[in-house]
């Protein structure tokens, strides 16, 4: 029986205790407790990741790999030590793939104006699919203007399921590179990235995943995935904002041009000719994000503390309890409907503009996001506005879900 | 606040029967108002008479805020000048933007608006029903909702003014 078997998933992961980790889950809004429920859009921190940026800052900061004083030393430890943790993390062969970045944005841009513009030509092709977000769609076509490469689309269906066949499909001679969400954003999907790998990689296509919607709900391991890329943002792991990972190939890193010129990603300057320094440091140019690091560096002894195959059940047990509750809501459509989706529900209800119902939700304390979720391909194919989002962290909790819910059912009264 | 400050009748009313939506044939002047954070989307066509706004409709979709805003400022501005109409605006997007007190909050200040400084109910009174979204204010992540068909009236009525409009001006929110 169902309600049976979300009993004992909720017993096997004590969510209580996870929920203490998180200060910001105690404080309520316009006098309701806080249902936190946009994890898609950034997740919150646990006291260990605030406790290490507070310590660093308080501590031991100075800029990093300069100067012999102490606290550039101890700086310099910790913010390299967090890229060890990094490269176990997602089971990276070294170090030296670890590239710190801003976050996924950047890691898309990185790849797209270092690896893709030195190696594109006019007729070239740029694969990707109709699910993605901005920011793995708006690189590829400004690096298509500046090589004269084309960018090629992949269909999903109309329960968003992007389909190997169709995929490889449109693998031909002409594509160079084949990029792909790990996890939608928009509509929950989990994409059968370890086929798409596969695929490309028998017809030597160069392959990138957005991993921003994936690291912090499951197992990411580099090597086994296959891809070249991968590239993920600290601040939806739990992590501070303003850091993230690319991760790349040595190989294929060792090869690509540097993106930004600076310092740090220099061994020598002179006026006539300068040397790049070795990898990571050659695509980090300038003092980069040190604390975000160390933070990002915590978050992920935070998620490697975790029971994983617990907090995968409980997040897999609030989506199943989202999807029935929201289903039986008459006029309540869901958009996207997977078989496979991480915990996420994207939705509309009739009668109901989304930003009525978000700041309807609001006034109970729920907060999810409404829009287009940096994804509008998605809302156009889907022929909506806008939709709302409710998704779901490793601290969320059933009541929560109620709670949505029961704003939803308000809001339907309001405007009935 | 209470939601029903901000969901008053008159809202939910224009929301769900909007006054004067669709299209206008030929139009005088016409503007498209689209807000990038929520893809709220309008057109507005006007045509004059005698110097004043003769009739007016629109057509696009968006949030309850969004419609009801644009149907009651057509209500609102036919048979106004477009000065008087533009006048308006500032009146209302103080109203949107300011507290109680009359002290700006989420928008720019409005200099020299009449109104401003008095306490909301009187600087509104007079406003009739645009007076029914002054709720917003306390919402300032929506009061670009509320503002996006003045603006986009704004646009419709310079290009006129600055002779015949060769393309469809487009505002943004953003």
């Known amino acids: ?146 090589t004269g490469a084309k960018l090629i689309v992949a269909p999903i269906d109309s329960r968003g399921i992007v389909q190997l066949e169709t995929v490889t499909a449109l693998m031909t001679a002409r594509t160079k590179i ?65 850091v993230g990972v690319l991760y790349g190939r040595e190989q294929l890193l060792e090869r690509m041009p540097p993106w930004q010129g600076g310092g740090e990603m220099i061994l020598a300057v002179r006026f006539d000719k300068t040397t790049y320094n070795g990898l990571p440091n050659k695509f980090e140019a300038g003092t980069p994000n040190i604390s975000g690091g160390i933070g990002l560096g915590a978050a992920v002894d935070f998620i490697t ?42 939705f ?56 949505l819910a029961a704003g939803i059912e308000r809001a339907r009264k309001i405007f009935s | 606040m209470e939601l029903n400050d901000l969901y008053r009748d008159v809202i939910l009313d224009h929301n769900r029967r909007p006054r004067n939506f669709g299209g206008l044939e030929p ?15 309008l057109t507005l066509r006007l045509q004059m ?24 400022m057509t209500e609102a501005v036919k048979g106004k000048t477009a000065a008087q109409a533009l006048q308006l605006f500032e009146r209302v997007h103080s109203m949107l933007t300011e507290d109680a007190a009359g002290v700006p909050g989420a928008g720019q200040p409005a200099a020299g608006v009449p109104g401003a400084g008095l306490p909301a109910a009187e600087a509104h009174e007079d406003l009739g029903k645009l007076a029914a979204l002054s709720g917003v204010k306390e919402y300032p992540a929506r009061v670009k909702c509320a503002s996006l068909c003045w603006h986009t009236l704004a646009s419709a009525l310079q290009t006129r003014a600055g002779g015949p409009a060769a393309a469809l001006p487009s505002v943004s929110t953003e």
């Open chain 1, 305 to 346: 503390a975790l029971d994983r195959e617990a907090a995968h059940a409980h997040e897999r047990a609030l989506l199943d309890y989202a999807t029935r509750i929201l289903t039986a809501v008459p006029g309540l459509t869901i958009v996207g409907t997977a078989p496979d989706k991480a915990s996420l529900v994207s």
């Open chain 2, 49 to 72: 008479a005698d110097d004043k706004i003769g009739e007016i409709r629109f057509e696009g979709q968006g949030c309850a805020i969004s419609t009801a805003s644009a149907s009651l």
């Open chain 1, 1 to 146: 029986m169902k309600s049976i078997a979300l009993a004992e998933e909720s017993l096997a992961f004590d969510v209580e205790a996870v929920r203490r980790q998180f200060p910001i889950l105690s404080r309520s809004i316009r006098g309701k407790p806080l249902s936190y429920l946009d994890n898609a859009a950034s997740s919150q921190r646990p006291s260990s990741v605030i406790g290490a940026v507070d310590e660093y800052e308080r501590q031991h900061h100075a800029n990093i790999h300069r100067g012999v004083h102490t606290l550039s030393q101890e700086a310099t430890a910790l913010y390299e030590s967090a890229r060890d943790r990094l490269a176990r993390f997602i089971n990276a062969r070294s170090r030296a793939e670890i590239i710190f970045v801003r976050g996924t944005t950047e890691g898309i841009n990185l790849v797209a104006q270092s690896f893709a513009r030195s190696t594109l030509k006019a007729g070239d092709e740029v694969l990707i699919t109709h699910l993605e977000h901005h920011s793995n769609i708006v690189p590829w076509q400004m690096v298509c203007e500046q």
């Open chain 2, 27 to 41: 139009a005088d002047a016409s503007a498209e108002g689209f807000n990038p954070m929520c893809g709220d989307r």
């Open chain 1, 348 to 403: 509309t209800v009739a009668g109901v503009h989304p930003h009525d119902l978000g700041t309807i939700l609001d006034e109970d304390g729920v907060a999810v996001r409404t829009g287009h979720h940096c994804a509008m391909p998605v809302m156009d194919y889907f022929k909506v506005p806008a939709t709302a989002r409710a998704s779901f962290a490793i601290y969320n909790t059933f009541e929560e879900i109620d709670r």
């Open chain 1, 178 to 242: 084949f990029a792909c969400a790990h996890v939608s954003n928009a509509l929950g999907t989990v994409l059968p990235v370890r086929r798409l790998i596969a695929a490309a990689k028998s017809r030597g296509i160069v392959t990138l995943l957005d991993g921003a919607q994936a690291v912090a709900h499951l197992p990411v391991d580099v090597q086994e995935l296959g891809c070249d890329f991968y590239t993920f943002s600290s601040h939806k792991m739990f992590g501070p904002t303003g």
